[in-house]
């Protein structure tokens, strides 16, 4: 069964006809914040009263965003919505993949890309490998048993010394353990053409498979370039979870999630992944799904 269209065509008078809420929605798509959404919507909407028609073009609705959040993102924003467009008459499913070390805000990402894309299927990495630990004892896949800042505790000693970095080595024999379940729920998703948005530190470049019949892939990875910034989120997530999890911990590893992020960008480069900088999160939002348009607009010119 194939699942409904992430997004409706542009709301903007002649296929689907105008309204704000549906055209604040398409905005917010774009990567713009709801209220600047919005406030373009009512602007369009006060503009088509005033002129006395039911539609507009994407050019006037260009001009009259430039009057509320400037020229340059307006023009960006309208170049999106065409990409947008582009994306509404895609049949593939979206596989959106979204890596990146622990605390660089992907989860959060991830799941505000896939709500303003329409995509009601998220999961993570981390909730496979949570999976893969209740058929799988200790003593037959350690490193699954481990955070993945920690899988280093799962090798031998004889493993260690052979590798000489001890964090990368643990990181990766986890991450080839779980990109086994991982592979297996994209194949899925792409055979039942299932749009989804996975997220999770295992997802990495060169690694992970991106080559699904039937549906197209966007990879990235989110990274916080600045340490402190990076330590900040921790002490944030912990607040909103009213410490659900160790805080202590995650700061003790920050130097191996710090060595984990490096080894992720290092990837990216080497495969011409994306890395999203999530110094702000409106921005790497916007980022994410500024990929994932220019992608579809790439498809869609390729037929």
Same mark, same amino acid.
């Given at each position: 069964?194939?699942?409904?269209?992430?997004?409706?065509?542009?709301?903007?008078?002649?296929?689907?006809?105008?309204?704000?809420?549906?055209?604040?929605?398409?905005?917010?798509?774009?990567?713009?914040?709801?209220?600047? #959404?919005?406030?373009?919507?009512?602007? =369009?909407?006060?503009?088509?009263?005033?002129?006395?028609?039911?539609?507009?073009?994407?050019?006037?609705? +260009?001009?009259? #965003?430039?009057?509320?959040?400037?020229?340059?993102?307006?023009?960006?924003?309208?170049?999106?919505?065409?990409? !947008?467009?582009? !994306? &509404?008459?895609?049949?593939?499913?979206?596989? !959106?993949?979204?890596?990146?070390? &622990?605390?660089?805000?992907?989860?959060?990402? =991830?799941?505000?890309? #896939? /709500?303003?894309?329409?995509?009601?299927?998220?999961?993570?990495?981390?909730?496979?490998?949570?999976?893969?630990?209740?058929?799988?004892?200790?003593?037959?896949?350690?490193?699954?048993?481990?955070?993945?800042?920690?899988?280093?505790? #799962?090798?031998?000693?004889?493993?260690?010394?052979?590798?000489?970095?001890?964090?990368?080595?643990?990181?990766?024999?986890? &991450?080839?353990?779980?990109?086994?379940?991982? /592979?297996? =729920?994209?194949?899925?998703?792409?055979?039942? /053409?299932?749009?989804? *948005?996975?997220? +999770?530190?295992?997802?990495?470049?060169?690694?992970?498979?991106?080559?699904?019949?039937?549906?197209?892939?966007?990879?990235?990875?989110?990274?916080?370039?600045?340490? %402190? !910034? /990076?330590?900040?989120?921790?002490?944030?997530?912990?607040?909103?979870?009213?410490?659900?999890?160790?805080?202590?911990?995650?700061?003790?590893?920050?130097?191996?999630?710090?060595?984990?992020?490096?080894?992720?960008?290092?990837?990216?480069?080497?495969?011409?992944?994306?890395?999203? *900088? %999530?110094?702000?999160?409106?921005?790497?939002?916007?980022?994410?799904?500024?990929?994932?348009?220019?992608? =579809?607009?790439?498809?869609?010119?390729?037929?």
């Amino acid at each position: 069964m194939r699942e409904r269209r992430y997004t409706i065509p542009l709301p903007l008078g002649d296929e689907v006809p105008f309204s704000k809420g549906l055209m604040a929605r398409a905005l917010v798509v774009t990567g713009l914040d709801p209220e600047r #959404a919005y406030l373009i919507a009512r602007r =369009a909407d006060g503009d088509l009263t005033d002129r006395g028609v039911l539609s507009l073009d994407l050019d006037r609705l +260009g001009e009259l #965003a430039a009057e509320v959040i400037g020229d340059d993102d307006a023009a960006r924003t309208v170049r999106r919505l065409r990409r !947008l467009d582009a !994306l &509404t008459r895609l049949e593939e499913p979206l596989l !959106l993949l979204v890596g990146g070390a &622990t605390g660089t805000g992907k989860s959060t990402i =991830a799941t505000e890309a #896939a /709500h303003r894309l329409g995509i009601t299927r998220v999961t993570s990495t981390d909730f496979i490998r949570q999976t893969m630990r209740a058929f799988f004892a200790e003593e037959f896949m350690p490193s699954v048993h481990y955070s993945s800042f920690e899988a280093r505790l #799962a090798l031998t000693r004889a493993e260690e010394e052979e590798s000489g970095d001890a964090a990368i080595l643990g990181f990766l024999d986890q &991450t080839r353990n779980v990109l086994v379940g991982v /592979h297996a =729920a994209l194949e899925r998703a792409a055979t039942e /053409h299932w749009s989804t *948005v996975l997220e +999770g530190v295992h997802l990495v470049p060169g690694m992970v498979g991106t080559e699904y019949p039937g549906a197209f892939v966007v990879q990235c990875v989110v990274a916080i370039e600045d340490e %402190n !910034l /990076h330590r900040s989120h921790f002490w944030v997530r912990d607040q909103a979870t009213d410490g659900l999890r160790p805080l202590e911990k995650y700061l003790d590893s920050l130097p191996q999630i710090r060595e984990i992020q490096d080894y992720l960008i290092e990837r990216a480069r080497r495969y011409d992944v994306p890395v999203i *900088v %999530n110094d702000s999160l409106e921005q790497a939002i916007g980022d994410v799904l500024d990929l994932v348009l220019r992608r =579809a607009d790439q498809l869609v010119a390729a037929v």
